[in-house]
């Protein structure tokens, strides 16, 4: 790969208006060493052999990290850096091949230079996807008598429950944290981790959110029932791995320390209702480094900036990423207004270009009805809330991956993709199919669920 395709186009924005010789933290990602025999996905029942597996690697990584630093220490010396030394540290146990470097204007090609180097990104600030509306009100729209959300009975959810209910599944949520208290959880959360704006790993006990966000997306994915009875989880049997990476200003070393945690962790799927400030293709390395070496799932939202627009790295190429459809007065299905989706170019290493059409699937994701923490206000204490977003379009299909990976232990992600992709309902037929309204269309799960079998 040229050294051009290495550095992200981000650095041009991250950079400017620096001197040459100003300091700025950037993301290196090296080579990762093939291993023999590691697992297609991460089941519970291969996490051991997995991580066993993960530490080997990080054996073999850590000569290749100290030549790939080695040689940059000693370039930067040679640009006038002797006194001054550009700080590395390296991110999570070794699970990922990545770290954070410092570079200069005039360092930073240097470190692309370096053979082993596959791609160098700013480290650019994460953000939350914002949900576009919230209002408190307690299931004024909610019909009550089908006991479940509106999400889940236009996915069919309470038929494919029937065979799965998403058990001994991981989902890793990267998000604002979680109200691990809330009834609608009990039992669900099992490991919280918070992820501070320096990437360190701090134990909080109990588990809290910093908003409500994370709360939401978790009783999407696998919350029980609220206190009338009324379904709110996709998978109410699958367990959460909550790391809280959206607490203070934090940065894309944040967002890969939570990825490298929930690796460790045992995911099986990462769900992530984030975004970054500028457009990043390189990010697709680590989505591959997750799908193709660890088996696991990354669903991502595609962002709520409009038609036209998309948000990174739900625009990778690679992630599986969501957009949001709502509910009409006909009982039929549109893209909500607020959903983006585009068609982008990804350029490659003979410069052709990558068509990409993003998003890949759709699914509810306006007026979702989901637990967040207790609050207060002026109209009473509310523990449930509806949110609008691509945020909460990807935890249903985070949920309805992990039903399917219960009942089809010996599938693969990429399998789980495919079906997810084929089987979706597109209004047009499959002739439109992928758009970047749509994408493959709305998620059919028990059509999904079928096609493993």
Known sequence: ??????????????????????????????????????????????????????????SIQKALQEEIFDHYQEASRDLGYSDDPLEISLI????????????????????????????????????????????????????????TTWGLNSLDIPKLWETSKGENVNVAVLDTGVYAAHP?????????????????????SPPFDSGQHGTHVCGTIAGGKTDKGVSIGVAPHANLLVAGV????????????????????????????LGMSYYEPLFTEVLDILINQYGILPVVAVGNENHGNTSSPGNSYNAFSVGAIEKLSNNKHDVAFFSSGASLVFPDQE??????????????????????????????????NYMDGTSMATPHVAGVAALLMAANPRASVIDIIRVLKETAKHPAGGTRRPDNRWGWGLIQPLEANSALK
């Open 1 to 58: 790969m040229s050294i051009e395709h290495k550095i992200s186009p981000a650095f041009d924005p991250f950079l400017a208006g620096l001197d040459e010789d100003d300091k700025r933290d950037a993301i290196v990602i090296y080579e990762a060493p093939q291993t023999e025999g590691l697992p297609k996905r991460g089941r519970l029942r291969e996490i051991h052999n997995r991580l066993e597996k993960s530490q080997q690697r990080a």
């Open 92 to 147: 999570g146990s070794g699970t990922l091949p990545v770290a954070t470097v410092e570079v200069t204007h005039k360092t930073l090609e240097a470190l692309a230079e370096q053979p082993h180097v596959v791609a160098v990104l700013p480290n650019q600030s994460i953000h939350l996807i914002q949900p576009r509306r919230v209002e408190y009100a307690d299931l004024v729209t909610q019909d009550n008598s089908e006991s």
């Open 184 to 204: 609608a959880l009990n039992n669900r959360v099992k490991e919280f981790v918070v992820i501070d704006p320096l990437g360190r790993r701090i134990t909080a």
């Open 246 to 273: 959206l607490i203070g200003n934090t940065t894309l070393r944040t967002l890969l320390e939570g990825i490298s945690w929930a690796i460790e962790t045992g995911a099986d799927i990462i769900n992530m209702s």
């Open 351 to 384: 410069d052709a270009g990558r068509l990409v059409t993003k998003p890949d699937v759709v699914a509810p994701g306006t007026q979702i009805y989901s637990c967040i923490p207790p609050t207060r206000t002026p109209e009473g204490t509310y523990a449930y």
